[in-house]
């Protein structure tokens, strides 16, 4: 599932996701129901200045997943990637993640040709 954003606290507790974050989370953990089985892989890193580590965007996204149903062992976070281009470069080094692994990309509407074809590459 790719990131959309996520806006800071004056502390990490007071973190939010986006809008958007928050719809792809909720849309990608309704798919996970439907494949129990399967890996709920959080990708995307933000950078506010050195206020958060980079891989909060992806904690948060867990935390909504977990908080949803979705066990944390299902849970996979990808906190590296900034951009659509690096989300499939860095799946491919998580643990059980190869260039023949099935997946379903989570992200916008207007967003999704560009990731697809960023993965299928």
């Known amino acids: 599932m790719l990131g959309g954003g996520y806006d800071p606290g004056v502390i990490p507790d007071e973190d939010i996701l986006s809008t958007e974050s928050q719809r792809r989370v909720l849309h990608g953990v309704t798919l996970w129901r439907r494949y129990p089985d399967a890996r709920l892989v959080l990708s995307g890193a933000m950078e506010y200045l050195g206020r958060r580590n980079l891989g909060r965007h992806a ?49 916008s509407g207007w967003h999704m040709r560009r990731a697809q074809r960023d993965f299928y590459r």
């Open 59 to 107: 904690q948060l996204m867990a935390e909504v997943s977990v908080n949803q149903g979705v066990p944390a062992s299902a849970v996979l976070l990808e906190p590296r990637s900034r951009n659509t281009r690096e989300h499939p470069i860095e799946a491919l080094t998580l643990p059980g993640v190869t260039s023949a692994t099935p997946i379903a990309v989570v992200t």
